[in-house]
């Protein structure tokens, strides 16, 4: 089942209308209930502390009967864990979350970044998205899709990645260790639509960066 959240940090370009209705499950965090309201459309499930989201919005999708979820603002993960929790326990092993990458928190960022190597997450797919990036971890063998030129990190989320190889990236590795203390993952370019990781022991964070 494919889930797709959309978050409460700004986003960019704004995601597809038609991508976001053909999810099997459609969750909007705090304000992201407002990008889909302007969008046109009703999440499944609303789910947040409700401290950004705009009222009336707020109201609306819960006249219409809309599912929704309150949470705390003294609690011990952020509203996008939370998320995330929501789809992997209604079944999804797919999920793509937008406005999860930062804007302005930094922090967040980050913290949804380490989110994605969670244990409970271990047979579920997750993909953060805006405009321009795509993140997703490599899990050992992962192909995926861009355009020629778009770039491509490698960024070891443990200490070391080992024995990391590619196919079609501009700058090749061949059985290479990957170090989190150092750069040499940054920076690669797609030579084709197509591209593939595979690496050993550790935990591998891929972002492709496409321009506008």
């Known amino acids: 089942m494919r889930a797709i959240i959309v978050a409460g940090s700004c986003l960019d370009v704004v995601p597809d209308a038609v ?15 407002d990008v889909l309201e302007r969008l046109g459309l009703k999440p499944h499930v609303l789910i947040g502390d409700m401290d950004s989201i705009s009222a009336p919005v707020q109201r609306a999708f819960e006249e219409q009967g809309v599912e929704t979820i309150s949470l705390p603002t003294a609690k011990d993960e952020t509203d996008a864990e939370a998320a995330l929790r929501l789809a992997v326990g209604r079944g999804a092993d797919w999920v793509d979350m937008y406005g999860a990458l930062g804007g302005p928190r930094l922090d967040h960022m980050l913290g949804n970044f380490f989110l994605l ?12 998205l805006d405009g321009r990036h795509e993140a997703f971890l490599a899990r050992g063998d992962v192909a995926f899709t ?15 990645v080992m024995h990391v190889r590619t196919a079609g990236l501009a700058y090749p590795l061949a059985g290479e260790t990957l170090a989190q203390a150092a750069t040499r993952g940054i920076s690669n370019v797609m030579t084709g639509p197509e ?14 960066y496409r321009e506008r």
Not at 117 to 128: K, M
Not at 149 to 158: A, E, Q, R
Not at 195 to 208: K, P, Q, S, Y
Request: charged share 20%.
């Open 19 to 33: 991508t976001l209705a053909q999810a099997d499950l459609l969750i909007a965090v705090d304000s992201g209930a």
């Open 117 to 128: 190597a969670a244990d409970w997450l271990g047979r579920v797919q997750v993909r953060l």
């Open 146 to 160: 861009g355009r020629v030129g778009d770039i491509v990190s490698l960024l070891p989320l443990t200490p070391s």
């Open 195 to 208: 591209a593939r990781v595979t690496h050993g022991e550790g935990t591998l964070l891929i972002i492709r």
